[in-house]
């Protein structure tokens, strides 16, 4: 199964090319990595990301620390008390999802601000990680889609809720099953999303994590599932 933290095989698959340097950093393969981003340096990846991670690479001091701290572009963060105000007895939603960052398609987040939805409500996959066990890989994509400016226009302007599905949770078609604890990276992946949405509240909070939630708009009720924390496998295994 190929994830988006593997090395790129086509010249279209931008989304896996920074990860995949990460990867090889985390791993210790610093060489490897200075190399490869070397290589993909005029592939369409970001200039400034390719950077940071030669920078962490090459053991720069003021590299990037895998933290909200050292990152080195202003992030925009959902904030769902937006638009509390606006009317709400005809209102305009907007659904989205499956958005692994490719950057010449972060566009999408203009065209769904141009209709100035009263709320963007995305569905999972919203950024795809395929690494739940390294918190450092789910951080970098959360924050470089956080720093995209087609992104932070419409964080700025638009409430964002977001539930998770297998790419922003765990790897593909994978589920987590019925034990709150095993596997023992559930939770921590839970708390990164946390803090990297702005959601009412968390499925059961700590004594029971999940990403379910709901609220109202005026007298229309919308009830957001999990369906991977506790999600068991097809096969019965």
Not at 54 to 73: C, H, M, Q, S
């Amino acid at each position: 199964m190929k994830v988006n933290n593997e090395k790129a095989q086509t010249r279209d698959q931008v989304k896996r090319m920074h990860p995949h340097a990460l990867k090889l950093i985390l791993q210790g393969k610093k060489q490897e990595a200075i190399a490869y981003l070397e290589a993909v340096s005029k592939k369409e990846v970001n200039d400034g990301q390719n950077k940071m991670l030669l920078d962490i690479a090459r053991g720069k001091p003021d590299a990037w620390k895998f933290d909200a701290e050292t990152w080195p572009w202003e992030r925009t963060l959902p904030d769902t008390s937006l638009k509390q105000d606006a009317p709400s007895d005809k209102f305009t939603i907007a659904f989205g999802g499956g958005a692994g960052y490719v950057p010449k398609n972060e566009r999408i987040w203009d065209t769904i601000g141009a209709i100035d939805p009263r709320a963007l409500l995305l569905l999972g996959d919203n950024a795809y990680i395929d690494d739940p066990a390294t918190p450092e890989m789910q951080l970098f994509h959360y924050y470089r889609r956080q720093s995209q400016p087609e992104w932070s226009k419409l964080a700025k302007q638009v409430p964002i809720y977001a539930i998770w599905d297998d790419h922003d949770f765990t790897t593909n078609d994978g589920w987590g099953g019925p034990a709150i604890e095993e596997p023992k990276w559930k939770r921590e992946v839970w708390k990164v999303f946390k803090d990297n949405w702005d959601n009412p509240y968390y499925g059961g909070g700590e004594e029971q994590p999940g990403c379910w939630f709901d609220f109202w708009i005026g007298k229309v009720h919308f009830v957001l599932i999990d369906g991977r924390y506790y999600r068991e496998s097809p096969k019965g295994k």
